[in-house]
């Protein structure tokens, strides 16, 4: 099993849909939460960090279960300049390295 | 306030040869990690440098070896290249090692090897 896994997309939306990606992790011992957002050919740039009580950010929501080592993210109103790919991204704490999942492509579409 | 640097933006090797990647981390950062992107997949973990020492290690090979210089910049060096190195190379700095720090990456180095 994969240290973190995602939905593999892609997932194509029209304009102003709510959009929500899933993620889970393996390392119950895991500390730290993030999604990170890709656009084509450039580097990762962190979106959000993802709480244990869950957060929001304009638009965004991202909601964290560490029973079920289950996160997610929710996108409202989605816009056109929202088409990236959502990479999960999970760190087990000190001395551990981050972690990637393979990311879930949106395309919002006019 | 300059963000990661890397150099070269590209380049094109040929199997067998051996390549040097840079990395200058973000004013403040300390740490400065590797990842290895290949086309449609998420950045995999190569290694982690904080006190000029290798901190973390991934699944890579030891022709995969790195630097971490007094100034907190990086090289990554990777020996005997293969058809299956081509990608792109991320580095991303930080604060600190403790993992709580969020990572910030460079433009990224994209290596084809032919």
């Known amino acids: 099993r994969k240290e973190v896994e995602q939905d593999p997309g892609p997932f194509n939306v029209p304009e102003g849909a709510t959009v929500a990606f899933n993620c889970t992790y393996s390392?119950?011992?895991?500390?730290?939460f993030f999604w990170y957002r890709q656009d084509c050919r450039k580097e990762p740039k962190l979106l959000m960090s993802v709480y244990s009580s869950g957060n929001e950010d304009g638009r965004f929501t991202a909601q964290l279960n560490r029973a079920s080592q289950y996160i997610s993210l929710l996108i409202r109103d989605s816009k056109l300049s929202d088409s990236a790919t959502y990479l999960c991204v999970v760190n087990g704490g000190y001395g551990q390295n981050f972690v990637f999942g393979p990311g879930t492509r949106l395309s919002v579409l006019p | 306030d300059a963000g990661v640097t890397q150099s070269p933006t590209h380049l094109i090797k040929t199997r067998g040869q051996q390549v040097t990647l840079r990395c200058s981390p973000k004013?403040?950062?300390?740490?400065v990690s590797w990842y290895q992107q290949a086309l449609g997949q998420g950045p995999q973990f190569i290694f982690q440098y904080y006190e000029e020492e290798e901190r973390q290690r991934g699944n890579f090979p030891d022709r995969f070896s790195g630097h971490q210089f007094p100034n907190y910049s990086s090289e990554l060096n990777v020996n005997a290249l293969l058809l299956g190195d081509s990608a792109l190379y991320l580095c991303?700095?930080?604060?600190?090692?403790?993992?709580?720090?969020?990572?910030?990456f460079g433009a990224g180095s994209r290596l084809t090897v032919l």
């Open positions: 991303a700095s930080s604060f600190g090692d403790s993992g709580a720090n969020v990572l910030t």
């Open positions: 390392n119950s011992a895991s500390q730290s």
């Open positions: 004013s403040g950062h300390d740490t």
